[in-house]
């Protein structure tokens, strides 16, 4: 199934496109040099920073903020264009993820395209959100609560513990007013101010990540408004048709979910593996991994109906998994190492 290149942006798992007008590109383009931070990475790594509105819902503000971006360039010669990741969270820096999955990344890509991600607002460095005062204030400290689903006082604590964070996060003047301005619309228009920087303006979309049970009942309980919230139309017909993946047994994002994305995007093709687990890496499989390498290498997309199989068995996947089918896919395993050390 051939469709029109190029390829810039990687939807996994689903995700929403948004048409938003656009604000004027506060930077003329991103200078990558070394990374000042530490990344254990398989390949090198260059960071750059990009300048972009701090309020898009305000056209008279000229306030700005600074998004860090790490890339790591094509492998194979000059690089086709650009794949932009957002591993989702919420609220979590993916810098360090990109750069800790380089290798296995550039695999399952095709190793002709530069990689970028970058730290989204509200995390990392970049407006930092926070809700308290002391260590425990971000999203790794959100209260938690041992068991499961099946154990009525640990998901009623859970639920209550959630809540006395959402009020935290909510007292807090400057949660308030940080929190305004975080949301999936400022995440969609962050990624749109980098496309025409690169001159790839293909439109954005954004990937679901992992949402644990804490997050869930947080979410649900929410207090603050972002200042804009994108609000449909919801079937969009997208420049490039769009490939969206689910593994059959997915404990975060149900498979009717991915389905339900896929019906949204006119042209989209869903890509089903016959997996465990939440997201592509964590149930190993050739088929997918080749089917990914022709979007983008080729621009072609999946049969619709595609079923594939897994290379291991639930149960006997480890840390190395991965690393046994990289040479089937034309790539060595590489060790991680810090970036200091990179020439």
Not at 88 to 107: C, Y
Not at 226 to 254: C, H, M, Q
Not at 324 to 343: A, C, K, W
Request: aromatic letters at 10%.
């Amino acid at each position: 199934m051939l469709v029109h290149p190029p390829f810039h942006l990687l939807i996994l798992i689903g995700g929403t496109t948004a048409a938003l007008s656009p604000l004027p590109v506060r930077s003329e383009g991103v200078e990558w040099g070394p990374c000042s931070d530490v990344f254990l990475s398989p390949m090198p790594i260059e960071c750059g920073n990009l300048t972009v509105p701090l309020d898009y819902a305000n056209s008279s503000s000229s306030e700005t903020i600074n998004l860090e971006l790490l890339k790591v360039k094509a492998l194979n010669g000059p690089s086709k264009g650009s794949i932009l990741f957002n591993f989702g969270g919420p609220g979590v820096g993916t810098r360090i993820s990109l750069a800790e999955r380089a290798n296995l990344l550039q695999a399952v890509t095709g190793g002709n395209h530069d990689l970028i991600s970058w730290d989204p607002r509200g995390t990392v460095n970049t407006t930092t959100f926070k809700c308290g005062t002391g260590a425990f204030e971000g999203y790794e400290y959100i209260p938690g609560t041992p068991g499961n689903s099946s154990d009525r006082r640990a998901t009623g604590h859970q639920w209550a513990s959630a809540t006395a964070w959402a009020n935290t996060c909510y007292l807090n003047p400057e949660s308030r007013e940080t929190g305004s301005r975080i949301g999936t619309a400022y995440t969609v228009r962050d990624s749109d101010e980098f496309l025409p920087v690169v001159d790839r303006v293909v439109g954005s979309s954004r990937s679901i990540g992992h949402y644990g049970v804490a997050v869930q009942m947080l979410c649900a309980q929410w207090r603050i408004e972002a200042r804009e919230t994108y609000k449909g139309d919801f079937k969009v017909n997208t420049k490039n048709p769009l490939l969206i993946f689910s593994n059959t047994l997915d404990p975060a994002t149900p498979l009717r979910s991915a389905l339900n994305v896929s019906e949204t995007f006119e042209g989209s093709v869903f890509l089903q593996s016959e997996g465990l687990g939440h997201g592509w890496r964590t149930h190993p499989s050739l088929c997918v991994a080749k089917a990914f390498q022709k979007y983008f290498d080729e621009s072609v997309l999946p049969e619709p109906g595609t079923k594939c199989k897994t290379d291991f068995a639930a149960f006997d996947v480890t840390n190395t998994s991965w690393d046994e089918l990289l040479p089937q896919l034309g790539f060595e395993p590489v060790t991680r190492r810090s970036n200091q050390l990179y020439d």
